[in-house]
């Protein structure tokens, strides 16, 4: 597997290298179609460098969906180990998932006559939100832009490529990238929604109409 090491406002040492190939070992028997592991080693400094920490963010692509891990700590070694023990375990529970789906096969199932998805817990959208959005009391911040004022709610933006998934397919994805939730759009009702985590092996999805009605905007 071919490793990719990067250093931003730190430089990356030998043996921090010889560790990483160390590491990479333990993915490679986890993980054997990956083909490339991206570490990026993030120095930073705070109130006048009394305060140091170090960000490693680890990025695993192949034949399959990127599975992402990442950790802080004030030694970028430790911060390493604890971002391939993440990387380590997200792993480990995405196959768990694929034995388990082998041997209980999921329950969602789609009704083309109705629209009805059943066997998982769908939650509407809310309208107020919508509402509070719209009207600019929540206040949305572009990533990268410098907050000019103080507001207890700032949305931070990031936008991505739109994906066609089954609900399915998303739960595995949030697995892989270690989130607590992943956007996407429902391959069966064309919606956009999001998977989220709740407790064990359940997950919640949360699934916005194509048009909101205007009274429930007004309300």
Do not use: C
Not at 13 to 24: I, M, N, P, Y
Not at 87 to 109: S, Y
Not at 138 to 156: H, L, N
Not at 165 to 193: C, K, W, Y
């Amino acid at each position: 597997m071919e490793t990719n090491i990067v250093g931003v406002g730190v430089s990356i040492s030998d043996r921090f290298r010889s560790v990483v190939e160390e590491k990479v070992l333990r993915i490679d028997t986890l993980a054997p179609r990956a083909q490339r592991i991206d570490v990026k080693v993030t120095h930073r400094a705070y109130h006048n460098g009394h305060m140091e920490d170090s960000t490693v963010e680890l990025t695993l692509t192949g034949r399959g969906p990127v599975v992402r891990a990442e950790a802080v700590d004030a030694d970028k070694f430790t911060a390493l180990d604890l971002a391939v023990d993440k990387l380590a375990e997200q792993l480990r529970r995405a196959k768990d998932k694929r034995v388990d789906a082998r041997n209980h096969p999921r329950g969602a199932t789609y009704d083309k006559g109705s629209g009805a998805l059943e066997g998982i817990d769908l939650e509407p959208a809310s309208a107020d939100i919508i509402r509070r959005v719209a009207t600019g009391e929540i206040s949305v911040v572009g990533e990268g832009a410098e907050d000019e004022a103080y507001t207890p709610v700032v949305i931070r933006v990031k936008r991505f490529g739109a994906e066609w998934m089954t609900v399915e397919d998303a739960v595995d994805r949030m697995e892989l990238v270690g989130h607590d939730f992943f956007l996407f759009i429902d391959a069966r009702t064309d919606s956009p929604s999001v998977v989220y985590r709740r407790k064990g092996w359940d997950y919640g999805v949360i699934s916005l109409a194509a048009q909101a009605a205007p009274a429930e905007l007004a309300s």
